[in-house]
Protein backbone atom coordinates (compact mmCIF):
# COMPACT_ATOMS: atom_id res chain seq x y z
CA UNK A 1 0.00 0.00 0.00
CA UNK A 2 1.26 3.61 -1.21
CA UNK A 3 2.17 6.20 1.23
CA UNK A 4 -0.38 8.32 -0.87
CA UNK A 5 -3.47 6.05 -0.77
CA UNK A 6 -2.59 4.62 2.76
CA UNK A 7 -3.30 8.80 3.79
CA UNK A 8 -6.50 9.26 1.94
CA UNK A 9 -7.57 6.00 3.47
CA UNK A 10 -7.03 7.30 6.76
CA UNK A 11 -8.54 10.48 6.20
CA UNK A 12 -12.07 8.23 4.33
CA UNK A 13 -12.39 6.57 7.55
CA UNK A 14 -12.08 9.58 10.20
CA UNK A 15 -14.99 11.33 7.33
CA UNK A 16 -17.46 8.18 8.25
CA UNK A 17 -17.18 8.84 12.01
CA UNK A 18 -17.01 12.55 11.74
CA UNK A 19 -20.28 14.48 12.93
CA UNK A 20 -21.38 17.84 13.40
CA UNK A 21 -24.69 19.05 14.70
CA UNK A 22 -27.37 20.23 12.30
CA UNK A 23 -27.16 23.33 11.03
CA UNK A 24 -30.42 26.06 10.42
CA UNK A 25 -31.32 29.72 9.54
CA UNK A 26 -29.97 31.73 11.96
CA UNK A 27 -34.23 33.08 12.20
CA UNK A 28 -35.11 29.08 13.23
CA UNK A 29 -33.54 29.68 16.87
CA UNK A 30 -34.13 33.31 17.39
CA UNK A 31 -30.76 34.69 15.58
CA UNK A 32 -30.97 37.72 13.26
CA UNK A 33 -29.21 37.24 10.55
CA UNK A 34 -28.91 41.05 9.52
CA UNK A 35 -26.96 41.29 12.91
CA UNK A 36 -24.74 38.12 12.60
CA UNK A 37 -23.99 40.12 9.81
CA UNK A 38 -22.04 42.15 11.67
CA UNK A 39 -19.23 39.58 12.63
CA UNK A 40 -17.45 39.54 9.60
CA UNK A 41 -16.51 42.91 8.90
CA UNK A 42 -15.63 43.09 12.41
CA UNK A 43 -13.47 40.07 12.30
CA UNK A 44 -12.12 41.48 8.90
CA UNK A 45 -10.95 44.42 10.58
CA UNK A 46 -9.28 42.51 12.88
CA UNK A 47 -7.12 40.46 10.71
CA UNK A 48 -6.75 43.98 8.61
CA UNK A 49 -4.97 45.88 11.71
CA UNK A 50 -2.83 42.52 12.30
CA UNK A 51 -4.59 41.26 15.71
CA UNK A 52 -4.89 37.82 13.95
CA UNK A 53 -4.25 36.12 10.56
CA UNK A 54 -7.58 34.07 10.30
CA UNK A 55 -10.12 32.48 12.87
CA UNK A 56 -13.37 30.60 12.43
CA UNK A 57 -16.83 31.73 14.54
CA UNK A 58 -19.11 28.81 15.81
CA UNK A 59 -22.85 29.93 17.22
CA UNK A 60 -25.32 27.48 18.07
CA UNK A 61 -28.62 27.80 19.72
CA UNK A 62 -31.39 25.44 20.83
CA UNK A 63 -28.74 22.54 19.60
CA UNK A 64 -28.28 23.77 15.91
CA UNK A 65 -26.01 25.55 13.89
CA UNK A 66 -27.08 28.94 13.12
CA UNK A 67 -23.66 30.35 12.31
CA UNK A 68 -20.62 29.03 11.22
CA UNK A 69 -17.57 31.26 9.47
CA UNK A 70 -14.45 31.15 8.70
CA UNK A 71 -11.97 34.43 8.19
CA UNK A 72 -8.74 35.06 6.97
CA UNK A 73 -5.94 32.45 6.71
CA UNK A 74 -4.94 29.25 8.11
CA UNK A 75 -1.29 30.17 7.04
CA UNK A 76 -0.55 33.84 5.84
CA UNK A 77 2.67 33.27 4.21
CA UNK A 78 1.72 30.07 2.05
CA UNK A 79 -1.40 32.38 1.16
CA UNK A 80 -3.50 29.08 2.59
CA UNK A 81 -7.47 30.53 3.67
CA UNK A 82 -8.49 29.19 7.04
CA UNK A 83 -11.41 25.98 6.56
CA UNK A 84 -13.97 24.83 8.60
CA UNK A 85 -12.11 21.70 9.47
CA UNK A 86 -8.95 23.50 10.67
CA UNK A 87 -7.49 21.91 13.84
CA UNK A 88 -5.98 24.12 16.73
CA UNK A 89 -3.79 24.03 19.41
CA UNK A 90 -6.19 24.28 22.52
CA UNK A 91 -4.17 24.77 25.13
CA UNK A 92 -6.57 25.40 28.39
CA UNK A 93 -9.43 24.32 27.03
CA UNK A 94 -7.83 20.80 27.29
CA UNK A 95 -8.98 21.76 31.12
CA UNK A 96 -12.54 20.64 30.59
CA UNK A 97 -12.27 17.87 29.16
CA UNK A 98 -10.02 16.73 32.03
CA UNK A 99 -13.02 17.99 34.44
CA UNK A 100 -15.65 15.92 32.61
CA UNK A 101 -13.45 13.19 32.78
CA UNK A 102 -12.69 13.64 36.52
CA UNK A 103 -16.74 14.12 37.03
CA UNK A 104 -17.46 10.67 34.89
CA UNK A 105 -15.81 9.00 37.54
CA UNK A 106 -16.64 10.88 40.49
CA UNK A 107 -20.32 9.77 39.22
CA UNK A 108 -19.41 5.90 39.76
CA UNK A 109 -18.84 6.62 43.51
CA UNK A 110 -14.20 6.54 43.27
CA UNK A 111 -13.75 9.15 45.39
CA UNK A 112 -15.58 12.36 47.27
CA UNK A 113 -14.84 15.76 45.81
CA UNK A 114 -13.59 16.20 49.44
CA UNK A 115 -11.37 13.72 49.52
CA UNK A 116 -7.68 14.36 49.66
CA UNK A 117 -5.70 13.99 46.80
CA UNK A 118 -3.12 12.19 48.73
CA UNK A 119 -5.97 9.53 49.43
CA UNK A 120 -5.15 8.45 45.54
CA UNK A 121 -1.45 10.57 45.12
CA UNK A 122 0.72 9.97 48.52
CA UNK A 123 2.81 12.50 46.89
CA UNK A 124 0.82 14.93 48.33
CA UNK A 125 0.86 14.33 51.70
CA UNK A 126 2.64 16.49 54.09
CA UNK A 127 2.70 19.35 51.95
CA UNK A 128 4.69 22.85 53.00
CA UNK A 129 3.84 26.36 51.94
CA UNK A 130 6.53 28.92 51.07
CA UNK A 131 6.63 31.96 53.02
CA UNK A 132 8.09 35.47 51.96
CA UNK A 133 8.98 37.77 54.43
CA UNK A 134 10.50 41.41 54.07
CA UNK A 135 12.64 42.96 57.08
CA UNK A 136 11.16 46.30 57.11
CA UNK A 137 14.69 47.85 58.61
CA UNK A 138 17.07 46.74 55.67
CA UNK A 139 14.08 45.77 53.06
CA UNK A 140 15.50 42.24 52.67
CA UNK A 141 13.34 39.29 51.56
CA UNK A 142 13.38 35.94 53.19
CA UNK A 143 12.17 32.88 51.73
CA UNK A 144 11.50 29.87 54.22
CA UNK A 145 8.51 26.98 54.49
CA UNK A 146 5.52 26.10 57.18
CA UNK A 147 3.58 23.12 56.97
CA UNK A 148 0.49 23.29 55.37
CA UNK A 149 -2.67 23.74 57.41
CA UNK A 150 -4.80 21.08 55.70
CA UNK A 151 -4.60 18.77 52.48
CA UNK A 152 -5.36 19.74 49.00
CA UNK A 153 -8.35 17.80 48.23
CA UNK A 154 -9.97 17.09 44.86
CA UNK A 155 -12.29 20.47 44.69
CA UNK A 156 -9.65 22.51 45.63
CA UNK A 157 -7.99 21.11 42.32
CA UNK A 158 -11.31 21.42 40.23
CA UNK A 159 -11.57 25.33 41.13
CA UNK A 160 -7.76 26.26 41.23
CA UNK A 161 -7.85 26.48 45.28
CA UNK A 162 -5.08 24.06 45.74
CA UNK A 163 -2.60 26.56 46.69
CA UNK A 164 -0.52 25.69 43.41
CA UNK A 165 -0.43 28.37 40.66
CA UNK A 166 2.24 28.14 37.24
CA UNK A 167 4.59 30.47 38.48
CA UNK A 168 5.19 28.30 41.73
CA UNK A 169 6.87 29.42 44.86
CA UNK A 170 10.96 31.10 45.49
CA UNK A 171 13.29 28.81 47.39
CA UNK A 172 15.44 30.01 50.27
CA UNK A 173 18.18 31.25 47.27
CA UNK A 174 15.25 33.62 46.16
CA UNK A 175 14.95 31.72 42.94
CA UNK A 176 11.73 30.28 41.69
CA UNK A 177 11.63 26.82 42.37
CA UNK A 178 9.71 25.21 39.28
CA UNK A 179 12.38 26.05 36.98
CA UNK A 180 14.89 23.77 38.73
CA UNK A 181 12.34 21.09 39.88
CA UNK A 182 10.20 20.64 37.10
CA UNK A 183 13.30 20.71 34.49
CA UNK A 184 12.60 20.54 30.93
CA UNK A 185 9.42 18.27 31.12
CA UNK A 186 10.54 16.11 28.98
CA UNK A 187 8.87 13.21 31.13
CA UNK A 188 5.25 11.15 31.57
CA UNK A 189 2.68 12.66 33.67
CA UNK A 190 3.48 10.37 37.05
CA UNK A 191 7.11 11.95 36.65
CA UNK A 192 5.66 15.98 36.39
CA UNK A 193 3.32 15.01 39.66
CA UNK A 194 5.57 13.78 41.53
CA UNK A 195 8.22 16.38 41.35
CA UNK A 196 5.60 19.37 41.48
CA UNK A 197 4.58 18.09 44.72
CA UNK A 198 8.03 18.08 45.84
CA UNK A 199 7.85 21.75 45.91
CA UNK A 200 6.32 23.88 48.72
CA UNK A 201 2.91 25.72 47.68
CA UNK A 202 2.60 28.99 47.41
CA UNK A 203 -0.45 29.29 49.42
CA UNK A 204 -2.37 27.52 51.98
CA UNK A 205 -5.16 25.41 50.25
CA UNK A 206 -8.56 26.32 50.04
CA UNK A 207 -7.52 30.15 51.13
CA UNK A 208 -7.42 31.88 47.13
CA UNK A 209 -8.46 31.46 43.38
CA UNK A 210 -5.06 31.18 41.62
CA UNK A 211 -4.74 29.22 38.06
CA UNK A 212 -2.44 26.26 38.47
CA UNK A 213 -1.28 23.68 37.41
CA UNK A 214 -4.22 21.86 39.83
CA UNK A 215 -5.82 20.30 36.26
CA UNK A 216 -2.68 18.47 35.36
CA UNK A 217 -2.75 16.57 39.04
CA UNK A 218 -6.27 15.89 38.55
CA UNK A 219 -5.22 14.68 35.42
CA UNK A 220 -2.90 12.01 36.85
CA UNK A 221 -5.83 11.36 39.05
CA UNK A 222 -7.66 9.82 36.40
CA UNK A 223 -4.79 7.71 35.19
CA UNK A 224 -4.73 6.63 38.72
CA UNK A 225 -8.25 5.56 39.50
CA UNK A 226 -9.08 4.68 36.32
CA UNK A 227 -5.99 2.64 35.25
CA UNK A 228 -5.74 3.94 32.06
CA UNK A 229 -3.28 7.05 30.29
CA UNK A 230 -5.08 10.44 30.06
CA UNK A 231 -4.93 10.48 26.57
CA UNK A 232 -6.62 6.49 26.20
CA UNK A 233 -9.60 7.77 29.14
CA UNK A 234 -10.49 10.72 26.82
CA UNK A 235 -10.48 8.54 23.55
CA UNK A 236 -12.59 5.93 25.39
CA UNK A 237 -15.44 8.17 27.58
CA UNK A 238 -15.24 11.05 25.98
CA UNK A 239 -13.94 11.74 21.93
CA UNK A 240 -15.53 8.47 20.38
CA UNK A 241 -18.74 8.52 21.76
CA UNK A 242 -19.15 12.01 20.78
CA UNK A 243 -17.50 11.31 17.50
CA UNK A 244 -14.90 14.32 17.87
CA UNK A 245 -12.45 12.51 15.75
CA UNK A 246 -10.03 15.31 15.52
CA UNK A 247 -9.38 15.69 18.89
CA UNK A 248 -6.42 14.47 20.87
CA UNK A 249 -2.80 15.02 21.72
CA UNK A 250 -1.23 15.14 18.60
CA UNK A 251 -2.24 15.64 14.97
CA UNK A 252 -1.82 12.88 12.75
CA UNK A 253 0.53 13.42 9.73
CA UNK A 254 -2.63 12.73 7.45
CA UNK A 255 -3.76 15.81 8.85
CA UNK A 256 -0.65 18.17 9.02
CA UNK A 257 -2.35 20.18 5.88
CA UNK A 258 -5.14 21.21 8.20
CA UNK A 259 -3.12 22.71 11.34
CA UNK A 260 -3.46 26.14 11.57
CA UNK A 261 -0.12 28.06 11.88
CA UNK A 262 0.67 29.33 15.43
CA UNK A 263 1.35 33.17 15.64
CA UNK A 264 2.91 35.81 17.27
CA UNK A 265 2.17 39.95 18.61
CA UNK A 266 4.67 41.57 16.54
CA UNK A 267 6.29 44.92 17.79
CA UNK A 268 4.68 46.48 14.42
CA UNK A 269 1.33 46.09 15.88
CA UNK A 270 0.87 42.99 13.62
CA UNK A 271 1.30 39.26 13.69
CA UNK A 272 4.17 37.22 12.72
CA UNK A 273 4.42 33.39 12.22
CA UNK A 274 5.69 32.20 15.53
CA UNK A 275 9.20 30.08 16.28
CA UNK A 276 7.91 28.14 19.44
CA UNK A 277 8.88 24.95 19.35
CA UNK A 278 4.36 25.14 19.52
CA UNK A 279 4.69 25.05 15.62
CA UNK A 280 5.65 21.92 14.81
CA UNK A 281 5.64 19.77 17.88
CA UNK A 282 2.07 18.91 17.80
CA UNK A 283 2.49 16.74 15.15
CA UNK A 284 4.01 13.69 17.16
CA UNK A 285 2.81 12.02 20.28
CA UNK A 286 4.06 13.61 23.54
CA UNK A 287 5.79 12.47 26.21
CA UNK A 288 4.06 14.55 28.42
CA UNK A 289 0.23 14.46 28.21
CA UNK A 290 -0.79 17.44 30.61
CA UNK A 291 -4.31 17.94 32.00
CA UNK A 292 -4.29 21.79 32.01
CA UNK A 293 -3.19 21.80 28.19
CA UNK A 294 -2.03 19.90 25.08
CA UNK A 295 -5.10 19.05 23.03
CA UNK A 296 -5.93 19.83 19.36
CA UNK A 297 -9.56 20.69 18.40
CA UNK A 298 -11.67 21.24 15.58
CA UNK A 299 -14.72 24.21 15.92
CA UNK A 300 -17.21 21.58 15.07
CA UNK A 301 -15.56 18.75 17.66
CA UNK A 302 -15.36 21.15 20.42
CA UNK A 303 -18.93 22.28 19.37
CA UNK A 304 -19.94 18.46 19.72
CA UNK A 305 -18.22 18.93 23.32
CA UNK A 306 -20.05 21.96 24.93
CA UNK A 307 -23.34 20.88 23.18
CA UNK A 308 -23.34 17.72 25.76
CA UNK A 309 -22.41 20.34 28.56
CA UNK A 310 -25.37 22.49 27.61
CA UNK A 311 -27.78 19.47 27.22
CA UNK A 312 -26.83 18.54 30.80
CA UNK A 313 -24.32 15.71 29.65
CA UNK A 314 -26.16 14.22 26.95
CA UNK A 315 -25.56 14.59 22.84
CA UNK A 316 -27.36 12.18 20.35
CA UNK A 317 -28.51 9.68 22.69
CA UNK A 318 -25.02 9.21 24.19
CA UNK A 319 -25.07 10.23 28.01
CA UNK A 320 -21.61 11.27 29.35
CA UNK A 321 -22.40 13.18 32.71
CA UNK A 322 -25.56 13.20 34.58
CA UNK A 323 -27.53 16.70 34.70
CA UNK A 324 -26.72 17.19 38.29
CA UNK A 325 -23.29 16.73 37.75
CA UNK A 326 -23.16 19.38 35.34
CA UNK A 327 -25.52 21.77 37.59
CA UNK A 328 -22.62 21.05 40.32
CA UNK A 329 -19.76 21.82 37.59
CA UNK A 330 -21.44 25.22 36.49
CA UNK A 331 -22.29 26.13 40.00
CA UNK A 332 -19.83 29.21 41.66
CA UNK A 333 -18.19 27.43 44.63
CA UNK A 334 -15.47 29.63 45.32
CA UNK A 335 -18.22 31.49 48.00
CA UNK A 336 -15.83 34.35 49.73
CA UNK A 337 -12.61 33.37 48.62
CA UNK A 338 -10.50 36.12 47.42
CA UNK A 339 -9.26 35.61 43.55
CA UNK A 340 -6.06 36.18 41.85
CA UNK A 341 -6.47 39.02 39.01
CA UNK A 342 -10.45 38.23 39.58
CA UNK A 343 -10.25 35.28 38.18
CA UNK A 344 -7.95 35.21 35.59
CA UNK A 345 -8.84 38.74 34.76
CA UNK A 346 -13.07 37.98 33.99
CA UNK A 347 -14.41 41.00 36.23
CA UNK A 348 -17.81 39.36 37.82
CA UNK A 349 -17.14 36.21 37.06
CA UNK A 350 -16.91 32.98 39.48
CA UNK A 351 -15.37 29.56 40.08
CA UNK A 352 -16.76 25.80 39.27
CA UNK A 353 -15.14 22.67 38.40
CA UNK A 354 -12.98 24.17 35.89
CA UNK A 355 -15.17 27.02 34.25
CA UNK A 356 -15.81 30.83 35.16
CA UNK A 357 -19.25 31.07 36.29
CA UNK A 358 -20.75 34.54 35.19
CA UNK A 359 -22.65 35.97 38.32
CA UNK A 360 -25.01 38.73 36.72
CA UNK A 361 -24.70 41.18 33.92
CA UNK A 362 -24.85 43.65 37.02
CA UNK A 363 -21.68 42.12 38.02
CA UNK A 364 -20.05 41.89 34.52
CA UNK A 365 -20.62 45.31 33.32
CA UNK A 366 -21.13 43.22 29.71
CA UNK A 367 -23.80 41.78 27.71
CA UNK A 368 -24.62 37.99 28.13
CA UNK A 369 -26.47 36.20 31.10
CA UNK A 370 -26.48 35.31 34.63
CA UNK A 371 -24.94 31.35 35.05
CA UNK A 372 -23.32 31.35 31.65
CA UNK A 373 -19.91 29.65 31.85
CA UNK A 374 -16.70 29.44 29.94
CA UNK A 375 -13.01 29.09 29.48
CA UNK A 376 -10.31 29.51 26.66
CA UNK A 377 -7.10 28.56 25.63
CA UNK A 378 -3.62 30.84 25.64
CA UNK A 379 -3.39 31.11 21.76
CA UNK A 380 -7.09 32.98 21.88
CA UNK A 381 -9.43 30.03 21.17
CA UNK A 382 -12.34 30.25 23.58
CA UNK A 383 -16.09 28.89 24.51
CA UNK A 384 -18.88 29.92 26.15
CA UNK A 385 -22.00 27.94 27.21
CA UNK A 386 -25.63 29.74 28.41
CA UNK A 387 -28.03 27.67 29.74
CA UNK A 388 -30.83 31.04 29.79
CA UNK A 389 -30.43 31.66 25.84
CA UNK A 390 -29.79 27.61 24.81
CA UNK A 391 -26.97 28.83 23.55
CA UNK A 392 -23.39 27.85 23.02
CA UNK A 393 -20.02 29.72 21.03
CA UNK A 394 -16.71 28.46 19.90
CA UNK A 395 -13.87 30.88 18.65
CA UNK A 396 -10.80 29.56 17.41
CA UNK A 397 -7.74 31.24 17.00
CA UNK A 398 -4.09 31.11 16.75
CA UNK A 399 -1.98 34.10 18.71
CA UNK A 400 0.08 34.09 21.39
CA UNK A 401 0.22 35.87 23.92
CA UNK A 402 -3.95 36.08 23.11
CA UNK A 403 -5.62 39.00 21.72
CA UNK A 404 -8.89 39.99 22.78
CA UNK A 405 -10.62 38.88 19.72
CA UNK A 406 -12.41 36.42 21.52
CA UNK A 407 -14.22 38.65 23.60
CA UNK A 408 -15.17 40.36 20.37
CA UNK A 409 -16.72 37.96 19.23
CA UNK A 410 -19.08 36.69 21.62
CA UNK A 411 -20.21 40.05 22.22
CA UNK A 412 -21.66 40.10 18.56
CA UNK A 413 -22.79 37.20 18.92
CA UNK A 414 -25.15 37.89 21.23
CA UNK A 415 -26.31 41.01 20.02
CA UNK A 416 -27.69 38.52 17.28
CA UNK A 417 -30.55 37.35 19.67
CA UNK A 418 -33.71 38.83 19.02
CA UNK A 419 -36.09 36.33 20.03
CA UNK A 420 -36.50 32.63 21.37
CA UNK A 421 -38.03 30.80 18.82
CA UNK A 422 -36.76 27.44 18.69
Not at 143 to 163: K, N
Not at 251 to 263: D, F, H, M, Q, S
Request: one cysteine or more; charged letters at 20%; a neutral charge.
Amino acid sequence: MNRTFFCALILSVAALGAQTLPQVSPTQVGLSQERLNRIRPAMEQDIAEGEMAGAIGLIARHGKIAYFETYGMADREANKPMRKDAIFRMYSMTKAVVAVSVMTLYEEGRFSLHDPISKFLPEFAHMKVAVEKTDPAIGKRSYSTIPAEREITILDLMRHTSGLNYAGPRGEDGELIYKKVLGDMHYPLSEFIRRLAAAPLVHQPGTVWDYSYSIDVLARLVEVVSGKSIDEYFSERIFRPLHMVDTGYYVPEAKWNRLAILYTPHPGGTVQRSNSPAQESYKKKPVLMMGGSGLVSTASDYARFVQMLLNGGELDGVRILSPKTVDLMRSNLLGDLPSVNNVNGRVGYGFGLTFAVNLGIDKTGAIGSKGEYNWGGAAGTAFWIDPKEDMIGVFMVQVMPQRLVKDQFKQLAYQAIVSEQK
